[in-house]
């Protein structure tokens, strides 16, 4: 079936660091990939959509300075957490799909630690 | 309130006994999805039905329109199916973005 890998799988940085993390379509090619943030017992919340070869739409109060999305390709998709603050640990995941309405396939996560 | 409600919120269930998780959700959708996330985070994909009902191995997933009403059932539960699933739906008008329940977070015990 259709991979998503998504990487690293964790990561501790320093308070005004950036952290980079990759979101892979290994064995399809993923027209539209989705970043999601997930607080501790919380819902997952949409930060934004990714079009291959445009810009990421942003869901409302998310900053898009401050988390950098590039969908350079249509199987490679990053988020950049930029000048990280302890505010910012939470888990990351990234999900893609091939076209419309087709079924959505999550990476493995992303736990960020902001010390 | 929510657009996506979940029930139970918390669930155990004693190794072999049917499960039923409740999704209702307030708004007109396109699609219904339902996702299982482990305790390491990682999320798999279970279904995506937009009508009737459908059927993997021990999962069972059904929809009514009418009544905005989702069901998931497994059947002979396993410690292993112990996890958190996830209702998620995406409104009609053609948006891309999924609202999510805040999940049912089942243990199943040997």
């Known amino acids: 079936g259709a991979v998503v890998s998504q990487h690293p799988s964790w990561v501790i940085c320093k308070s005004g660091t950036s952290v980079k993390i990759e979101c892979r379509s290994l064995?399809?090619?993923?027209?539209?990939m989705f970043w999601y943030r997930q607080f501790p017992k919380q819902s997952l919340m949409l930060m934004a959509t990714?079009?291959?070869?445009?810009?990421?739409?942003?869901e409302q109060g998310v900053e898009k300075d401050k988390f950098l999305i590039n969908h350079a390709s249509l199987t490679l998709s990053t988020l950049t957490v930029t000048s990280a603050h302890p505010e910012d640990s939470s888990f990351y995941i990234c999900?893609?799909?091939?076209?419309?309405?087709?079924?959505?396939?999550f990476g493995n996560g992303t736990r960020l630690t902001v010390t | 309130k929510n657009e996506v409600e979940q029930s139970p919120q918390n669930l155990t269930a004693q190794e072999g006994e049917f499960i039923t998780i409740n999704c209702s959700y307030s708004?007109?959708?396109?699609?219904l999805h339902w996702l299982q996330q482990h305790p390491g985070g990682g999320i798999v994909s279970l279904f995506m039905?937009?009508?009737g009902k459908k059927k993997h191995g021990r999962l069972i997933a059904t929809i009514n329109i009418q009544e905005k009403h989702s069901s998931l059932h497994i059947t002979a539960s396993h410690p292993r199916d112990s996890a958190v699933y996830i209702c998620?739906?995406?409104?009609?008008?053609?948006?891309?973005?999924?609202?999510f329940g805040k999940g049912t977070k089942l243990t199943v015990n040997p």
């Open positions: 064995d399809f090619q993923a027209t539209t």
């Open positions: 039905l937009s009508s």
């Open positions: 999900s893609a799909r091939v076209r419309g309405h087709s079924p959505l396939h």
């Open positions: 990714s079009n291959e070869g445009s810009k990421a739409t942003y």
């Open positions: 708004v007109g959708i396109s699609a």
């Open positions: 998620a739906v995406r409104r009609v008008g053609g948006s891309e973005k999924l609202v």
